[in-house]
């Protein structure tokens, strides 16, 4: 149990960001239908315990590599020309993946106030929890809608780009970035001493 817990830290703070879109995790038998748009990637920043302009500059390159990512998975599935039938299909597993982020996003907000039940946080840090749940949940949000209205545009020239999924990217990397640098020296030794 422990193990699963910190399994969900992990992905919660560093690697949700990163999550390519998985089809036949969430459906085993008609999500075979999306696997040749899927992709693994192991695109993450890799250590945190490092300089600001360090972090910020591999956040950059990162939000970047995972905007190709995404972009070229809706472009793919795009491409396969859906049936209606299909279509729904996909939309159910979209819609399971949006319920299993929801479900890490609120682990991770549960573990941060933790922190504040052992007292590792100054006073008015605890409303940085607040703000960076609230804003990590409102930009996975609009990463949900932007994928979805991209795979089911009609013409696929839908208005939002790359460019677009990359602001997105980078605003989620740098969230977690102001996140960290805000906190003191103790609570951030409690959370990374937890990460793999």
Same mark, same amino acid.
């Given at each position: ?6 399994? !969900?830290?992990?992905? $919660? !703070? ?8 998985? !089809?036949?995790?969430?459906?085993? @038998? ?10 693994? %990637? ?10 600001? %302009?360090? *972090? ?9 590599? *995972? ?9 793919? =599935?795009?491409?396969?020309? *859906? ?7 996909? @939309? ?23 922190? =504040? ?12 929890? %607040? ?5 990590? !949940? @409102? ?31 980078? %605003? ?14 103790? $609570? ?9």
């Amino acid at each position: 149990m422990i193990y699963l817990r910190l399994i !969900f830290l992990f992905l $919660a !703070f560093t690697q949700l960001n990163s999550t390519p879109l998985i !089809f036949s995790k969430f459906d085993l @038998d008609d999500g075979k239908r999306f696997k040749s748009c899927e992709i693994q %990637s192991n695109n993450r920043i890799k250590t945190w315990n490092t300089k600001r %302009s360090i *972090l910020e500059k591999e956040a950059t390159e990162l939000a970047e590599k *995972l905007a190709k990512e995404r972009y070229w998975q809706i472009d793919c =599935v795009y491409r396969l020309n *859906l049936t209606d039938e299909e279509k729904n299909l996909l @939309d159910r597993i979209l819609n399971r993946m949006r319920e299993r982020e929801i479900e890490i996003l609120e682990y991770n907000n549960r573990f941060f106030y933790q922190l =504040v039940k052992k007292n590792l946080l100054y006073p008015g840090e605890e409303n940085l929890i %607040s703000e960076f749940h609230k804003g990590k !949940f @409102d930009l996975y949000e609009i990463l949900f809608k932007r994928t979805k209205e991209k795979i089911f545009s009609k013409s696929g020239r839908e208005e939002y780009t790359e460019k677009d999924f990359n602001t997105i990217y980078t %605003s989620i990397l740098f969230l977690h970035i102001e996140f960290y640098f805000s906190l003191n020296e103790e $609570a951030r030794k409690r959370i990374f001493s937890k990460l793999p």
